[in-house]
């Protein structure tokens, strides 16, 4: 009896098997073109349901290619509307243009009722990644200045580098059609020095490298120039994060002055690579506005961009140099408030992952 029991039992799946096989038959390359220029035929000459039957049954057995299977689906919709089955039409429309966003409407090709139904629908960008590369001019901006010792001017400007080449991550979301919301992820470094020198007995030079991250947010909106040209204008806010910043200070002077008075002479010293992180605003809100103009292919686009980035608040911070006294006492330094001021321009490759398929229209 156990043995029977197995033996019906291995029958029964190899059965199960053959059907599941048959039922997921599986054409040729060859087969399907066939299949579909006999559909295409078919339908030309006005039997529309012969064409329906080839049709359905291809999209299950066949491996189209994305443009075979555009055109299948394309002409389905076609034969469903020609024997009246609009509700299949319209579910088959749908079908088409959620998996072929970029389909291209020929109105002279198509009855007029297929032409109103891919009309009914409104298709943008939805979610969308990129990279920027950009040139940088970054300035820092004194907003207060603070002193130490009389007699020197701590409102010398800062010597900085002139501008530097960054990349820049992209995401966005396009929550209607042609207006977007935006943000970018940036790392980059900052340098400046500070030179000092009153008179031939006393000189001063603090030098720092400071690095941050980025991350400012903005609406975009668009404007279609023509099919494949559009425009933009962005404005927003962002946060400024100072992860880093690494300090170098010397000091010499060959005489005592009144500036220095109680400093034996001929001293020198310097303190190298410090942590000067204490002395700083490490979270600085900033603002953005900027324009572009670009080009589209389908899932891909490419811009131009120019943007500028300003900050509310200063990243020094003066108020706080008890926090590393000897820099103050032992080497008579303090910082300026600033604040830093970004103009960039550059270009933009994004590449929209989902496009938004919504029907406007009953």
Known sequence: MKKLVIILFFLGYS????AQMNNSETWSDKDCSERLSNANTSYQGGSFIDCIEILERALISCKFSRKEKEQALELL?????ETGEKEKAESTVNLLLTNYP???????????LFNRMV????????????????????RHETVKVYSVLEGIDYSKPLNESGYWFTYYGVAEYEFTDGISVSGDLMV??????????????????YNENDYFL????????????????LAYASGGVGVLFLYKARGNVSINYTKNDIATTGIDADF????DDFNALPIKNTTVGQWNTGVGIGYKLKNLRFFIDARYIGSFSSFTS??????????????????QKMKINQFEIGATISYTLINSVKRIRK
């Open 268 to 271: 020198e010293g310097n303190m």
């Open 119 to 138: 009309k009914k629908y409104k298709i943008h960008p939805l979610f969308t990644i990129g990279a920027k590369n950009v040139a940088n001019w970054l």
């Open 318 to 335: 003066p108020e706080n140099s008890d926090n590393i006294p000897v820099l103050r006492d032992d080497y008579f330094y303090i910082d």
């Open 188 to 205: 980059f470094w900052s340098t400046y020095t500070r030179n000092f020198t009153e008179d031939p007995s006393f000189e001063l030079t």
């Open 77 to 81: 919709a076609k034969c469903y509307i």
């Open 214 to 229: 980025e991350l400012p947010f903005y609406l975009k909106k668009y404007f279609y120039l023509n099919k494949n040209i």
């Open 102 to 112: 970029h389909y291209e409407l020929r109105e002279a090709e198509n009855p007029e």
């Open 15 to 18: 059965l199960m098997a053959v």
